[in-house]
Antibody
Framework: EVQLVESGGGLVQPGGSLRLSCAASGLTFSSYEMNWVRQAPGKGLEWVSYISSGGTIYYADSVKGRFTISRDNAKNSLYLQMNSLRADDTAVYYC????????????WGQGTLVTVSS | YVLTQPPSESVAPGQTARITCGGNNIGSKSVHWYQQKPGQAPVLVVYDDSDRPSGIPERFSGSNSGNTATLTISRVEAGDEADYYCQVWDTSSDHPYVFGTGTKVTVL
């Protein structure tokens, strides 16, 4: 069974940094594209970042230059380094796996809450 | 690329709910749908316009043509009350994943 478990969320002051992790199990992690998707309180889903199995990376404009996605295939883990955090980065952050057969997200973690506030 | 959904939809138990997702020439793209219940992660319920992942009831179906994609929920149950999001992969962009604005389905 595929499991994705996020960690690393918490309360951080504006301008601060945080590193999110996503531990994957039940899949050959190195073979899959992975994503971070966030959801601000009471708002819709917002795609944040993508990393392919080969290392191709994309970012949403809202986080480009501040967030860095990475992966460690040996540890079956996905990361999101978040710097220069702002109040509007407050959200639940989900890691999600690309489906191998369609451009959809077929497995999601339960999310980790990031709150940016002074 | 922008995907527009109605904010809300109300439906009586046993009836049919239809949730639309509007986008420019969306019929040329593959559309995927997610269900999200309060406090839970999204769940993929339809992919590639009309296919269902394993474990998703046949009551969930989809279609896509022109400028509108539609998620149809037949014989609606109380447990179908949730937010629903459409999503496409925008191949022309380096922001590949685009989500719709979301529709809150209320079962009366």
């Amino acid at each position: 069974e595929v499991q994705l478990v996020e960690s690393g969320g918490g309360l951080v002051q504006p301008g601060g940094s945080l590193r999110l992790s996503c531990a994957a199990s039940g899949l050959t992690f190195s073979s899959y594209e992975m994503n971070w998707v966030r959801q601000a309180p009471g708002k819709g889903l917002e795609w944040v970042s993508y990393i392919s199995s080969g290392g191709t990376i994309y970012y949403a404009d809202s986080v480009k230059g501040r967030f860095t996605i990475s992966r460690d295939n040996a540890k079956n883990s996905l990361y999101l380094q978040m710097n220069s955090l702002r109040a509007d980065d407050t959200a639940v952050y989900y890691c999600a796996r690309d489906s191998p057969t369609s451009a959809s997200l077929d497995y999601w973690g339960q999310g980790t809450l990031v709150t940016v506030s002074s | 690329y922008v995907l527009t959904q109605p904010p809300s939809e109300s439906v009586a138990p046993g009836q049919t709910a239809r949730i639309t997702c509007g986008g420019n020439n969306i019929g040329s793209k593959s559309v995927h749908w997610y269900q999200q219940k309060p406090g839970q992660a999204p769940v993929l319920v339809v992919y590639d316009d009309s296919d269902r992942p394993s474990g998703i009831p046949e009551r969930f179906s989809g279609s896509n043509s022109g400028n509108t994609a539609t998620l149809t929920i037949s014989r609606v149950e109380a447990g179908d009350e949730a937010d629903y999001y459409c999503q496409v992969w925008d191949t022309s962009s380096d922001h590949p994943y685009v989500f719709g604005t979301g529709t809150k389905v209320t079962v009366l």
